[in-house]
């Protein structure tokens, strides 16, 4: 790499990597689910806009962390695999269910895959839950987690914020600090701030652009023109 | 060509020009002639029971099983000839497997009692197989409660409150219906099936009974009933129709 | 009895079938799993030669992401104790703190795990298997410690031989027939019995206060205060350690696995406040 430039548009030939901040937390009903917008090439901005909380079910999503094309496919089959699974069961899958088989696939082929999986959800037994499917493939169920390169940067911050029983805006609220605060501190996580909200009373999805996520020490606040810019 | 059949009853490959797989029934009739299998859904659980006629002084008790666990939270009793029964059973148990393998949890009744329809149906459809000469009553307790399953040879499957197949099976389905499972638990549930197997029971021959649930009490594990409780049962129900009869 | 599609088939070695489809029906035929396996339908001894024709080398070992650190178990006079921390963790991150690595396998044996978690849970579903179908033949049998210890030992060696190891030092212990069962298994399948064991760091550090006090005819309370100090030793002077602590026992009564706990510790040595008080000007 030659000092303060891209050496040989090394881009060009690195592969599409998630270099994220992905999160989700459960609250008092439901789950908030948070998720950067970076995908990089290198040290190339691929997309600025990336939707990385990608829908299993219509109540259970996925965030995505790793390589960009193995979560995608892995996304794609157990979207498949949960229709399939719904057919047959003549009701909606569970978060669980659909947790078990994204953890499969990731440990059957974990020399194959590069990839970071957060499972959340609602369902009518057990509610909200969390599932954390880390890169070895391990199931692990906790009311929050945090993942992608950074999340390094905000254990600390999730730790002290963290509590159960929030509500839906205080959990909301936790979720967007927390992603904004590894955005300032992480190369490899930036742009916008997505949210997906999931309850019993469905899906809401928030969206924070990339010029109105919280500034974090150090940095300025952009200038704001009256009315935003729109195309 | 004589007899019944008239030449339309050799394979499941061929349909009779009346429209039925003859070797299909045949298999039903193994099972009609069977000793009866009853099940009831209570509301705290499943109780099964099945009839063993002794075939021979010289058996060891409890031998030639009827009740299979198929997994932990369901079992199956089996009418019909003895050994497809095993192989049903075996495939049962298989499938809850393989369920709890893929999806993490217990198989819930009514995808184990349709994954054992499609299987048993496969023996209908090919020349140079035979159908199954068993009717399952499949007894389940997952999340959607207890459940009581009907799998017949032809690879039909029903969902009963309450149900018999075998020899008995019509007198038991009349004394099932007098039954008010909504409000019967199965500590008096298997009481009411040991008194509807010995009230069908109508040979010299002796009998076993067999009494299998999958109930709160056995902390939804499907198991053979506690011996103890069984043998009070029986006892209840063989005194309370010699009680009907002396009103007689 | 048919061709069951599950892991303990001699063909495939032990684990769930991979394949996510339904079984088949038993009509058709199971396929033949590589060409060079005899007829019979047991496991090739020679290599897949397609295997070889590639130009690069194979790699399949792979690396533990997930991992859990020492699992200690001592017998005492009534059973098996087994004690590890709740930690999962991620390289040095301390990730996931409360991983139960101490399961019930039945109702007179248990399995600590050390090393790549998401392995162990791959292992605890070949033990449910196992159970599963104790529970199904239904006839007042279950797999007993030593057989439990030894089906591990074959699985982990097993493995290795793949190329393909399983990632974990395990601890069994049971109680049967009146006596205590207590055995390790290394992820190339090395296994042994002792009085006392500990896995990872936890030989090191654990199995010399072990050496020093253990004695099989010790009382709960004894083995349980030794469990302490073992694990005071092993949060010390283990980085991939917290303070969160789970107790397992195995006595005729069967297996019970505590909440987790913390441990008091001590830091209140007049030297820890100030190291260089005697020597001033080192470090």
């Known amino acids: ?231 | 060509m004589s007899g019944i059949g008239t030449g339309y009853d050799l394979s499941t490959g061929t349909f009779s020009p009346d429209g039925r797989v003859f070797q299909t029934d045949y298999a039903q009739k193994a099972v009609d002639n069977s000793g009866t299998v009853v099940g009831i859904r209570c509301k705290d659980g499943v109780v099964l029971g099945a009839e063993k006629l002794i075939i021979s002084k010289m058996l060891e008790q409890h031998s030639n099983r009827r009740t299979f666990p198929a997994d932990r939270h369901a079992g199956m009793a089996v009418a019909g000839v003895a050994a497809d029964g095993r192989s049903v059973v075996s495939r049962a148990m298989a499938e809850a497997n393989q369920y709890k393998s893929i999806y993490g949890e217990a198989i819930p009744g009514h995808v184990l009692a349709e994954r054992l329809g499609s299987f048993m149906h496969l023996f209908n459809l090919y020349g140079g197989y035979r159908p199954y000469g068993v009717s399952a009553l499949l007894a389940t307790y997952g999340k959607e409660g207890p459940q009581l399953y009907l799998v017949e040879p032809s690879g039909v499957t029903y969902r009963y409150f309450g149900t018999a197949v075998g020899k008995g099976r019509q007198g038991a389905k009349n004394e099932i219906e007098k039954l008010k499972l909504g409000e019967m638990s199965c500590r008096e549930g298997i009481q009411a099936v040991a008194k509807i197997l010995h009230q069908v029971h109508d040979e010299e021959k002796g009998f076993e009974m067999e009494l299998a649930w999958v109930c709160e009490e056995s902390g939804r594990h499907f198991q053979r009933v506690p011996q103890q409780l069984a043998d009070e049962a029986e006892a209840a129900a063989k005194a309370a129709l010699e009680a009907e009869d002396m009103d007689d | 009895m048919l061709h069951r599609p599950t892991s303990h088939s001699a063909a495939i070695g032990p684990g769930p079938v991979p394949s996510l489809a339904n079984p088949g029906p038993a009509l058709e035929q199971q396929p033949r799993h590589a060409p060079q396996a005899p007829s019979c339908g047991s496991e090739a001894f020679c290599v897949d030669p397609q295997a070889l024709s590639s130009s690069h080398p194979r790699q399949h070992t792979q690396y533990p992401y997930v991992t859990g650190t020492s699992v200690l178990g001592i017998t005492f006079k009534d059973g098996v104790l087994l004690a590890c921390d709740t930690l999962g963790a991620y390289g040095s991150t301390k990730r996931y703190k409360s991983f139960d690595r101490l399961r019930k396998v039945n109702d007179v044996c248990m399995v600590g795990a050390s090393g790549e978690l998401s392995d162990f849970q791959y292992i605890m579903r070949l033990l449910e298997e196992l159970s599963d179908d104790d529970f199904c033949m239904d006839d007042g049998h279950h797999l007993k410690p030593a057989e439990v210890h030894s089906y591990l030992t074959r699985v982990l060696y097993n493995r290795r031989n793949k190329m393909d190891p399983l990632w974990n030092s395990l601890v069994v212990g049971g109680f049967h027939s009146g006596k205590p069962f207590l055995g390790t298994v290394g992820m190339i399948g090395t296994s042994y019995t002792d009085a006392h064991l500990a896995t990872g760091f936890g030989n090191h550090l654990a199995r010399p206060l072990m050496r020093e006090k253990h004695h099989p005819d010790m009382s709960e309370e004894e083995a349980v205060a030794l469990m302490h100090e073992c694990l005071k030793v092993c949060y010390y002077r283990d980085k991939n350690s917290i303070n969160k602590f789970q107790l397992a026992k195995v006595t005729k009564d069967g297996v019970s696995i505590s909440e987790p706990f913390a441990l008091e510790t001590n830091w209140g040595f007049k030297l820890f406040q100030n190291p260089a008080a005697n020597a001033v000007g080192t470090w």
Request: net charge neutral; proline share 6%; glycine share 12%.
């Open chain 1, 1 to 231: 790499m030659e000092p303060g430039g891209m050496a040989q548009h090394d881009f060009l030939s690195q592969p599409v990597s998630m270099g994220t901040t992905i999160m989700a937390a459960s609250y008092d009903g439901g789950v908030v689910m948070g998720a950067d917008s970076r995908t990089s090439t290198g040290t190339y901005i691929a997309n600025r806009a990336t939707d990385k909380i990608t829908p299993l079910t219509d109540s259970i999503y996925i965030c995505r962390s790793g390589s960009a094309a193995d979560t995608q496919n892995l996304s794609r089959y157990v979207q498949w695999f949960l229709e399939q699974h719904g057919m047959e069961l003549g009701d909606e899958p569970e978060v669980k269910t659909a947790a078990k088989l994204a953890q499969m696939m990731a440990y059957q082929n974990k020399n194959f895959l590069q990839a970071g999986l957060i499972v959340a959800g609602w369902d009518k037994h057990e509610g909200g839950s969390v599932y954390a499917i880390p890169l070895g493939g391990t199931l692990v169920k906790t009311p929050f987690t945090i993942g992608g390169s950074g999340s390094a940067y905000i254990y600390g911050l999730c730790d002290k914020l963290w509590r159960p029983n929030m509500t839906e805006e205080e959990c909301r609220a936790f979720v967007v600090k927390a992603v904004s605060h590894a955005m300032a501190r992480d190369g490899s996580s930036g742009g916008c701030i997505r949210t997906v909200t999931i309850s019993k009373d469905g899906v809401k999805r928030t969206f924070t652009p990339g010029d109105q996520v919280p500034v974090a020490a150090g940095e300025l606040p952009p200038p704001q023109r009256a009315v935003p810019a729109q195309v």
